[in-house]
Nanobody, 123 residues
Framework: QVHLAESGGGSVQPGGSLRLSCAASVDTYKHNCMAWFRQIPGKEREGVALIERPGNEEYAASVKGRFTISRDNAANTLYLQMNSLKPEDTATYYC?????????????????WGQGTQVTVSS
């Protein structure tokens, strides 16, 4: 059983920064695609950033240039550095482990999810 635990959410003013972390419980983490998704009530979960391995990342158009996904395989930890935050970034953020090594955007490509961490951007 794979357990994912996010941390680092909180409240921040527009233009501010937050760094989310996701700790994975097993070392099979390093062989799988990892991703960050976000969701607001009443809307579908949307992909934010994907990473297969360092240097092979993808970003949603809405966050490209502001967010950076990274992974520390030795520590079984995934990160999301969020800069220049906007009110529309407000959501619950989830980390997810892909079913395989390749990354895809649909949420059904991921079979393990964390419990989520809330990010609120407001003045």
């Amino acid at each position: 059983q794979v357990h994912l635990a996010e941390s680092g959410g909180g409240s921040v003013q527009p233009g501010g920064s937050l760094r989310l972390s996701c700790a994975a419980s097993v070392d099979t983490y390093k062989h799988n695609c990892m991703a960050w998704f976000r969701q607001i009530p009443g809307k579908e979960r949307e992909g934010v950033a994907l990473i297969e391995r360092p240097g092979n990342e993808e970003y949603a158009a809405s966050v490209k240039g502001r967010f950076t996904i990274s992974r520390d395989n030795a520590a079984n930890t995934l990160y999301l550095q969020m800069n220049s935050l906007k009110p529309e970034d407000t959501a619950t953020y989830y980390c997810a482990r892909g079913r395989g090594g390749a990354c895809y955007w649909p949420s059904y490509s991921y079979n393990y999810w964390g419990q989520g961490t809330q990010v609120t951007v407001s003045s």
